[in-house]
């Protein structure tokens, strides 16, 4: 039972992509999962998570076959200087059920119905070494059951996300290395990949995701996404992937959905076609808790800047917007300013 394009690994449903929104991205999301997706896409992003975040997904798929995931991120104590949190742990849970099917014997007789499960449990953790650069690590346990027979296997993952700017994500991960999946005397060895991915914004509302991926069984398989936001509370995206088009057709590989932002909170949806196998439909939360606080925080922290920078010295601004740190802080400040006045604009409504 195979529900990955490779066919020939274990656990190969750990390849179905997890949330509305890296879906719709055709799975190029490597370089922007900083949030609750993060221990399941890099876990290095959670060194970049700002608030308590949980994600959860409900996955229609082929047939009869449905694909549930939940996630939880939490940012730890310690702080920088801006008093955003370095590190976070997170736990994962993604299940894959086929429901009963109907058994028969070698004649075709029936023999009663039966079930097939996958199952991956996970925990994360993810730390910013500097305010560019951060690396993370995901170790979990692999369950699988077809009928009565069970297996159990145990990876990890590993990842790194660095920012040189504020428009652009650099990622690499290894995901899937760790033991094989046994089912009496069979073993197959888990979908052990590495991917190197990229993320550019070249404005507020675009996006542009890239991302390759070789294959420990030697396949070189490509993804690419892209959004368009054209107000923040609504993104259209689309994407690639040639991960489903070597079994199927070049249809197989088109991604497409819809993201609604509201007050902090997205819901998505993602419509990806398999050919004649069917369309597979998700649905997803991601919601955020005390981000609105520490938005507030920021505001407040920039407006007392700005007051500083114009009544302060001509020398002394000009220290100032020459050190990188200031410049990271005021562009993140000068966002969350046009997020709450946003919001602002919109409650007035």
Do not use: C
């Amino acid at each position: 039972m195979s529900f990955a394009s490779s066919g020939t690994e274990g656990a190969a449903f750990l390849d179905i992509p997890v949330g509305g929104g890296p879906a719709a991205l055709g799975s190029a999301y490597s370089a922007l999962a900083t949030n609750a997706y993060a221990p399941v896409w890099n876990p290095a992003g959670l060194g970049f998570v700002r608030a308590t975040e949980l994600a959860g997904q409900h996955l229609s798929y082929l047939e009869s076959i449905h694909y549930e995931f939940a996630g939880i991120a939490l940012p730890l104590g310690a702080k920088d200087s801006f008093g955003q949190a370095t590190k976070s742990l997170a736990a994962s849970m993604q299940y894959l059920g086929s429901g009963d099917i109907a058994g028969t014997d070698t004649t075709g007789m029936p023999i009663g119905d039966f079930s097939v499960h996958y199952a991956a449990y996970s925990l994360a953790y993810g730390q910013r070494l500097n305010d560019k650069l951060a690396l993370g690590v995901t170790g979990k346990m692999i369950n699988a059951k077809i009928a009565d027979i069970s297996a159990n296997a145990y990876a990890a993952d590993f990842g790194a996300l660095y920012k040189p700017s504020d428009k652009l994500n650099l990622a690499a991960t290894v995901v899937n290395a760790g033991s094989k999946l046994k089912f009496n005397n069979q073993s197959d060895s888990l979908p052990l990949a590495a991917h190197l991915a990229v993320a550019y914004q070249p404005e507020h509302h675009s996006l542009i995701a890239l991302e390759g991926i070789q294959r420990i069984n030697g396949q070189i398989q490509g993804r690419v996404g892209v959004e368009w936001r054209p107000i923040n509370m609504i993104a259209i995206r689309a994407g690639y992937k040639t991960d489903t088009t070597k079994e199927l057709s070049p249809l197989a590989g088109l991604t497409t959905g819809i993201g609604l932002n509201l007050w902090g909170q997205e819901f998505a949806y993602a419509w990806l076609p398999y050919g004649d196998l069917g369309d597979t439909q998700y649905f997803s939360l991601l919601l955020r808790f005390g981000e609105k606080d520490q938005e507030k925080r920021n505001l407040i922290q920039y407006q007392t800047i700005k007051r500083h920078r114009t009544a302060g010295t001509r020398g002394a601004k000009d220290v100032l917007t020459r050190d990188p740190e200031f410049q990271q802080l005021m562009q993140l400040l000068d966002d969350d300013a046009t997020h709450l006045t946003y919001r602002a604009s919109s409650l007035k409504k």
